[in-house]
């Protein structure tokens, strides 16, 4: 494992998604991995850490999540913007090699099995809680945060490290067609700590 | 209504959430208006669009989201980051005045009895999609947007314009602790459209 890589606090988990960012969501069933972007992800509880995402009945990342039983939610950056689009963009049902092509190379924390993209600023690997009214009216996945890391260059210690960092490091927050914002500057309350 | 708020068309209404705003969550019943702050609000679906939120058992908005069975999502901007920040942190338990102490204004659209805070980005009413487990659960609650609106200045056409209005227009993406991003510059992946 990169040697920035370091395990987040399960319950400062919730921060890597608390300001909205477009994630990659990985799964792996069988010795078939697949990844997918995916901008409806969310916080859903501190302590002990869950999430929400959709993942619509035509993604074949799906069937990886509903077998294996588990997901991860990644968080990729500026650096990674073409490889984020390309992983939303393409199906593997069209494109086998559509993880290869995009350039993601995959990695695996000791202990885990659910496959992760290099390069990312932050990792969530979570284990569903099956609620399977939620997933098949609304293709809403329910995860508990089992395992949380960072890369200590953009996140260290709760807190996001944008305004010191290379601006390679900023959060994606998707619009539609290809159009994407990164995330700005920091805007902090006054008299708050 | 002021004469820079337009209606959003209801399957573009997603993309006023897509990008992963921290949100103000207001509601009404007999008689009596509260508005939160809550950064755990994401889309769910596109048309019919719906939305989730999560609105903790121990906030006052929660019992006027449930006995209404109807609220608001307002997208607020960075002229109004002390608002939010005050909208969510006090309660209306503790401080009978709170959105009034916050600074926010609150208006109404004709044909809706949802009320709104003047100055915001944009506005989704939404229906409750009953679901008691969830609620119970998760504190997750699930609306179908039967309204939106956006200020022209910052959104029209169904895309932001976070590049060319002025700074005081950037979305909120809160991390904790009185600590928030505004969003960034734009990212666009080269060859879409």
Known sequence: MDENIRSVELHKAYRLLNHGPTVLVSSSY??????????????????????TVV??????????????????????????????????????????????????????????????????????ICKIIPEPHNQTTYDLFIGEVIGAWAD????????????????????LHYLAGGHFYAIGDPLVVSGSN
């Open 152 to 171: 200590t260059r953009i996140f260290e210690n709760g807190h996001w490290k944008f305004e010191t960092a290379e601006p390679r490091w900023r959060s």
């Open 30 to 51: 069988a010795g078939a991995d697949n990844v997918m972007a995916a901008a409806w992800a969310c916080a859903l509880d501190f302590s002990p850490p869950k999430v």
């Open 55 to 124: 993942i619509d009945k035509t993604a074949q990342t799906r069937q990886l999540v509903e077998k294996s039983g588990y997901f991860a939610l990644q968080i990729p950056n500026a650096g990674q913007l073409e490889l984020t689009y390309a992983l939303g963009n393409s199906s593997l049902g069209d494109t086998p090699d559509k993880v290869e092509r995009s350039g993601a190379k995959l990695f695996k924390i000791d202990g885990f099995d659910t496959p992760l993209v290099e390069g990312c600023s932050g990792w969530l």
